[in-house]
């Protein structure tokens, strides 16, 4: 199927989008988003043609004469390498999102984790996560490479511009190469701040208001969150409810993080318990202190008096 070209296709040169595919690639690899030969990257340069990265090689040292062309159904069109064994998942993508111009995959541990434990990213803790990314969904386990595994996208694409593939990595797409890849970024960021957190011991949410003021900025910026739609009105804004009910058919469940507390319209905000204090008066310090003592006297082998 040929696509119509559309009013964001890049009027760059060929030789400079190879530049810029070349250096995302090296961002990827320095950032150990992209092990080995791990990774891949396209830009669409026309109704049925996309550029993108060969298969079997580093993408930390790619040069512009590696990068191959195929048509919008995979077949290479040029390129002394072979095109990226993955590149069904990206025409995918651009047929399912006629404005994305770019694609990136790459493995960034701290998302992938997330891919491999299929935990849900929790929603309403960081500012720019609500405003860049949204809810962010985990797609069905496919054996990557075919066409089935390429349709995994196809329920979350137009809803997300990144996505975590279960048990295998990431994949990003925007109007551009660079802005494709931050997505990507600002994921994998986020992804390690959560695990640091919980390490401290726990994570703290944004209230429903607070969440509210960013979609409403979110929006005044122009980008789009299924949240606002009329359909989304009633939904609890912070737990998930945009992908929520993939869940049981992708193995995604909640397991590493308390979820946030309920959000939804007629929501009550949830109040810490509080903690149960002794008064003085019913702390009995004789008995306290004599079982201190006798347990000093038998570590030290003598007779308490």
Same mark, same amino acid.
């Given at each position: 199927?040929? #696509? ?12 400079? @989008?190879?530049?810029?595919? =070349? ?12 092990? !080995? ?7 669409? @340069? ?17 040069? /512009? ?24 998942? &990206? ?13 990136? &995959?790459?493995?960034?541990? &701290? ?12 929603? =309403? ?7 860049? #990314? !949204? ?10 490479? !075919? ?8 329920? +979350? ?10 048990? &295998? ?17 600002? #994921?994998?960021? +986020? ?30 910026? !122009? +980008?789009?969150? /299924? ?10 804004? =912070? ?20 979820? /946030? ?23 009995? +310090? ?10 000093? =006297?038998?570590? @030290? ?5």
């Amino acid at each position: 199927m040929a #696509l119509k070209p559309t009013s964001t296709m890049s009027t760059k040169p060929l030789s400079q @989008l190879k530049e810029e595919i =070349c250096d995302i690639g090296r961002r990827i690899y320095n950032k150990g988003f992209a092990a !080995g030969n791990d990774g891949n990257i396209s830009f669409r @340069l026309g109704p049925n043609e996309v550029l993108c990265t060969p298969t079997m090689i580093s993408k930390g040292f790619m040069k /512009p004469s590696d990068l191959c062309i195929v048509d919008m159904e995979g077949n290479q069109i040029s390129g002394n390498r072979k095109r990226s064994s993955e590149i069904l998942l &990206h025409l995918t993508i651009m047929k399912e999102r006629p404005e994305i111009n770019s694609v990136v &995959h790459c493995h960034p541990p &701290h998302a992938t984790a997330f891919a491999v434990a299929r935990e849900p990213i929790p929603q =309403c803790v960081l500012p720019e996560v609500e405003v860049f #990314l !949204g809810d962010i969904p985990i797609t069905r386990y496919e054996t990557p490479g !075919g066409q089935k595994f390429a349709d995994t996208v196809k329920p +979350y694409v137009k809803n997300a511009n990144v996505l975590i593939l279960a048990n &295998h990595g990431t994949v990003s797409f925007g109007e551009t190469v660079e802005k494709a890849y931050w997505w990507t970024e600002i #994921l994998d960021a +986020y992804c390690r701040i959560l695990m640091l957190a919980k390490d401290l011991g726990r994570v703290t949410y944004l209230s429903s208001q607070e969440t509210k003021e960013l979609l409403d900025l979110k929006q005044k910026w !122009g +980008y789009s969150d /299924p949240r606002l739609e009329k359909n989304m009105e009633n939904c609890d804004i =912070c737990a998930n409810d945009v992908f929520r009910s993939s869940w049981g058919n992708t193995g995604v469940n909640r397991k590493a993080f308390d979820a /946030p507390p309920p959000m939804g319209v007629g929501s009550q905000p949830v109040s810490p318990a509080p903690v149960a204090q002794a008064s003085p008066a019913t702390v009995d +310090y004789d008995t306290i202190v004599k079982a201190v003592t006798e347990q000093v =006297c038998r570590e @030290l082998g003598i007779t308490a008096a």
